[in-house]
C-alpha cells in the first residue's frame, strides 16, 4: 500500500516563504513523478509542479520564478520551496506520486497554506 506523508504548510505573510515537502512509501516503480497540486475550495485541483526521477523540472506559469521542486537523495521524497508567497497562493496543496508503470496516481491528504497579512 502506497502512503505518502506530507509537512510543512502553515501561515505566511506576502512575500515570505514555506517549505513543503512529502515522503512516499510503499511499493512504488523506480521511475516515476512527484509532485504538488493546489485547490482552492469550489474550484479544480491545479498543478503547481512536478519532477520525474528522470526528467528536469516543470513549473506552471503562476509560480514559475517563485517556487522550486527537488527530490530527496533518500527515497521518493519531494519538497517545494515556496518564496515570494502572494496573497492567491492560498490553498490546500498535494502531494501526488505517479508510477510511470502503472500509471497510478497517489496522493496526499493535503496541507493548508494561507499567506495572509
Known amino acids: 500500500q502506497v502512503q505518502l506523508v506530507e509537512s510543512g504548510g502553515g501561515l505566511a505573510q506576502p512575500g515570505g516563504s514555506l517549505r513543503l515537502s512529502c515522503a512516499a512509501t510503499?511499493?512504488?516503480?523506480?521511475?516515476?513523478?512527484m509532485g504538488w497540486y493546489r485547490q482552492v475550495p469550489g474550484q479544480v485541483r491545479d498543478l503547481v509542479a512536478s519532477?520525474?526521477?528522470?526528467?528536469?523540472?516543470y513549473y506552471s506559469s503562476f509560480v514559475k520564478g517563485r517556487f522550486t521542486i527537488s527530490r530527496g537523495n533518500v527515497g521518493n521524497t519531494v519538497h517545494l520551496q515556496m518564496t515570494s508567497l502572494k496573497p492567491e497562493d492560498t490553498a490546500v496543496y498535494y502531494c501526488?506520486?505517479?508510477?510511470?508503470?502503472?500509471?497510478?496516481?497517489?496522493w496526499g491528504q493535503g496541507t493548508q497554506v494561507t499567506v495572509s497579512s
Open positions: 519532477v520525474s526521477t528522470a526528467g528536469s523540472p
Open positions: 510503499g511499493k512504488i516503480f523506480a521511475l516515476n513523478t
Open positions: 501526488n506520486i505517479q508510477d510511470l508503470r502503472s500509471e497510478v496516481d497517489y
